[in-house]
């Protein structure tokens, strides 16, 4: 019934891959979380042993430290981590395209293989207190001195930033021109004289998010990636990519998921709870139609299509996928496990920032009406 989400049409190679990934894995498995031990460090110590083993930037040419194959090969690898409940590379995938597809042939050389060898640690500032779902608000404000850049402003949301080396950052380059011509994208690194990071602790025990405060930083004119003004494609490259259902491995961790609670339906078939069974037959539906989606979105990738504004649908067939599934969950799994330290307790709250985190629900309705539909805007 739940349809295996691991067959998404593979080539030969693809299997072949998979089963070399699988092998890899049974020998060199997901390493303890220390007692202690931050979420990012921990997640660190697993994006080195994956790259050791080359299976980090399956889709980045070899010239970049990657390993030259196709998008495919790394929505393999990510679907075979998702299946066996592994975290896969946090940010990689998205920042290694901005910079694949904004960088100069310097940066690409010099930034990408230490990206994806774990060797720097990335991070995304993007949002500001002020300008979240009206990214192109922003306020921080680079100006321009002969032959550099000086950076005042702050971020908000910036994940991880305390244990990364650069952010990829968004300012204002001009205040005259247009929102969305006047951003420009920087690789600043982290220790900079005038950085502060500070942590913010979320709901779930994890100090994930960070405030940046950005006090007259100077950034050279050769840490801008692209063109002044570049800033604002770059960032639709980069959301859009964070949005897509294919290289994540969600999709293989909600089958697990369903197939746990099927389990637990089948065992109580005499003493169903109310509504128990048609709460699960929507997450089955859910299910369903984002595997057949994300199968249409393979096929679109292997035709050379880039992730564009359809990102916008896969992100919102995932949160509801991922939202209902928790809250089915949370009725038919044993109440401990969603207690501090039990077993779903951490993905249980993560899957209610699905629905904001990369652009919220609303956005990306917004951005379904306004690009896929071409609807009028209204007022
Ligand atoms: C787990 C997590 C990790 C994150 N990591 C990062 C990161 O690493 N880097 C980074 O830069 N950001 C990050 N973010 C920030 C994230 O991108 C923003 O939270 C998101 O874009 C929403 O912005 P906001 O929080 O400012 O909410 P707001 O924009 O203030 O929105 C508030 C509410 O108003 C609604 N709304 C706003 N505008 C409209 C509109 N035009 N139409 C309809 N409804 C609207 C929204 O949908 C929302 O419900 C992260 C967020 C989360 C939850």
Same mark, same amino acid.
């Given at each position: 019934m739940t349809d295996d989400p691991l067959d998404f049409g593979d080539p030969a190679d693809l299997e072949q891959l998979r089963r070399e990934f699988r092998a890899w894995l049974a020998a060199n498995p997901l390493p303890e979380r220390l007692p202690d031990e931050p979420a990012a460090v921990f997640l660190h110590r697993w994006h080195r042993q994956l790259h050791a083993g080359g299976? *980090?930037?399956?889709? *980045?040419?070899e010239l970049y430290?990657?390993?030259?194959?196709t998008a495919l090969h790394q929505v393999a690898v990510s679907d075979e981590l998702g299946a066996c409940r592994a975290p896969g590379v946090p940010r990689i995938g998205y920042l290694a395209h901005a910079l694949l597809e904004f960088g100069s042939e310097e940066q690409r050389l010099r930034l990408l293989p230490r990206m994806l060898s774990g060797d720097d640690v990335w991070c995304q500032g993007f949002s500001e207190p002020g300008a979240g779902? @009206?990214?192109?608000?922003?306020?921080?404000y680079a100006e321009r001195h002969d032959g550099h850049y000086t950076v005042r402003g702050q971020k908000l949301w910036t994940s991880y930033a305390q244990y990364s080396d650069y952010c990829l950052l968004l300012a204002r380059t001009? /205040?005259?021109?247009p929102a969305h011509a006047s951003i420009s994208a920087f690789v600043l690194p982290? @220790? /900079?004289?005038g950085v502060t990071v500070r942590p913010l602790r979320a709901a779930n025990g994890d100090d994930e998010f960070c405030e940046l405060f950005l006090d007259d930083v100077r950034i050279e004119? @050769?840490? /801008?990636?692209?063109?002044?003004?570049d800033g604002w494609p770059l960032a639709m490259t980069t959301v859009n990519y964070e949005r897509n259902?294919?290289?994540?491995?969600?999709l293989s961790k909600y089958g697990l998921l369903l197939e746990r609670l099927r389990q637990v339906l089948q065992d109580r078939r005499d003493d169903l709870p109310d509504g128990l069974a048609s709460a699960v037959g929507r997450c089955v539906a859910d299910y369903q139609v984002l595997v057949a989606h994300a199968r249409r979105r393979t096929a679109e990738r292997l035709a050379?299509?880039?992730?564009?504004?359809e990102s916008s649908v896969d992100k919102l067939l995932m949160t509801r996928t991922e939202q209902r599934l928790y809250e089915t969950a949370l009725k038919v799994?044993?109440?401990?496990?969603? /207690?501090?330290?039990?077993? *779903?307790f951490g993905e249980y709250l993560y899957s209610r920032a699905a629905s904001v985190y990369g652009g919220t629900s609303q956005i990306q309705r917004n951005i379904i009406a306004k690009r896929l539909l071409r609807l009028p805007s209204a007022g």
């Open positions: 299976w *980090v930037g399956l889709d *980045v040419p430290g990657g390993r030259g194959l779902s @009206d990214l192109a608000g922003m306020s921080t001009n /205040r005259a021109a982290l @220790d /900079r004289e004119e @050769d840490e /801008r990636i692209g063109a002044e003004g259902a294919l290289d994540t491995g969600h050379g299509q880039g992730a564009g504004p799994l044993p109440e401990e496990l969603f /207690r501090e330290g039990g077993e *779903v």
